[in-house]
C-alpha cells in the first residue's frame, strides 16, 4: 500500500513478467502500450473520470515478441513496465471465479474484507449489506460508462475482469478515444464481433453487472435476491440519467424539458450522418 495524505492506494508492476495469474502469457509489456497507458490514465484522471493512475515508467533492456495486429507478423519490441496505482484492483472477476468454484466462505470473508475497506457507508453489522453493496456498484458502473461515453472513450475489453468493483477505469489495453461520434468504433482489432464495440458498452455493463449478482446469489436469502434483481432492473435508469445529465452538460442546456433526450439523441445522430 502507498500512502498519500491519508489516502491508501495498492501498488501494481504491469509487464514485469510472469505470475501464478499469467496463464500461458509472458507477463511482459512492450514500450508502445505502456507509454499508451501511462498517458490515457493521467488524461482520464484530470477529465474527472475515476481510473487508476500511472506512477512511473521504467525502459527495459529485454526484447519482447509481439504480434502487434494480429495477421500473424510477429515482430521484436523494447519491453517496459508501469507502476501503476488504485484504490483497488479487484474486479467483478474476483468474485465470479470463487462463486464459480464453490468457495463460499472464501466469497464472504473476501466480500467483507471490500465492504469494510472500500465502502464505509456500508454497515458490516447490517444484514443487507451484500445488497447494499450491489446497489452501489450498479449505479456507479452506470456512472462510470455514462462518463467513458461523455469523452468518446472506448475500452476495448469489456469483460467481467476488467471491470472494478469501486467502479474506475483499470486495464488500458486496446482502448481508443473516438475520432468522430460512430456506436460502430472498436479500438481493439482482433475484436472480429464487434463485442466491445463502443455502442455496446452499456449493454455490456449490465451483463457484466448480472454475472456479479450470479457470484452473490449464494450469499442472499430469498428477499434478498428479489430486490437484488429490482436493482438490477434500475441500471438502464441510472446509466440514462446519468448520459442525459453528461450532454446537457456539454450543450449547455439549463433546467428540465421534454425534449431535451430528443435533441442530445438528433445531434448524435447528426454527427453520424456528417
Avoid at 159 to 174: A, E, M
Avoid at 197 to 205: H, L, R, T
Avoid at 241 to 255: A, D, H, I, P, Q
Wanted: overall charge neutral.
Amino acid at each position: 500500500y502507498f500512502c498519500r495524505h491519508g489516502e491508501r492506494w495498492e501498488l501494481q508492476l504491469k509487464g514485469s513478467g510472469k505470475t501464478p495469474y499469467s496463464r500461458n502469457g509472458d507477463g511482459r509489456a512492450v514500450l508502445r502500450s505502456s507509454v499508451r497507458e501511462f498517458l490515457c490514465s493521467e488524461a482520464m484522471h484530470y477529465l474527472g473520470i475515476p481510473t487508476s493512475r500511472a506512477a512511473s515508467l521504467v525502459v527495459s533492456d529485454d526484447n519482447v515478441w509481439r504480434d502487434q495486429f494480429y495477421n500473424g507478423n510477429i515482430k521484436k519490441e523494447r519491453g517496459a513496465i508501469v507502476l501503476r496505482l488504485a484504490k483497488s484492483w479487484f474486479r467483478i472477476g474476483s468474485l465470479e471465479i470463487l462463486a464459480r468454484s464453490g468457495e463460499l466462505d472464501l466469497l464472504r470473508r473476501l466480500l467483507d474484507f471490500i465492504i469494510q475497506e472500500h465502502f464505509p457507508s456500508i454497515s458490516m453489522n447490517d444484514s443487507n449489506r451484500y445488497l447494499e453493496f450491489f446497489s452501489t456498484v450498479v449505479s456507479e458502473t452506470a456512472s462510470l460508462i455514462a462518463l467513458w461515453m461523455s469523452v468518446g472513450f472506448a475500452h476495448g475489453v469489456c469483460n467481467t475482469d476488467n471491470f472494478s468493483l469501486l467502479s474506475i477505469t483499470i486495464d488500458y489495453g486496446p482502448f481508443g478515444f473516438m475520432d468522430s461520434y460512430d456506436p460502430n468504433f472498436v479500438p481493439n482489432i482482433s475484436d472480429d464481433e464487434m463485442r466491445y464495440k463502443i455502442g455496446n458498452q452499456a449493454s455490456v455493463g449490465l451483463f457484466n453487472l448480472s454475472k456479479l449478482l450470479q457470484a452473490l446469489k449464494p450469499l442472499l436469502d430469498p428477499r434478498q435476491k428479489q430486490l437484488a434483481s429490482q436493482i438490477l432492473e434500475g441500471y438502464g435508469e441510472h446509466y440514462y440519467s446519468r448520459f442525459t445529465e453528461l450532454f446537457k452538460k456539454k450543450l449547455g442546456l439549463l433546467g428540465e424539458n421534454e425534449n431535451d433526450n430528443y435533441l442530445i439523441a438528433f445531434l448524435l445522430k447528426v454527427s453520424l450522418l456528417a
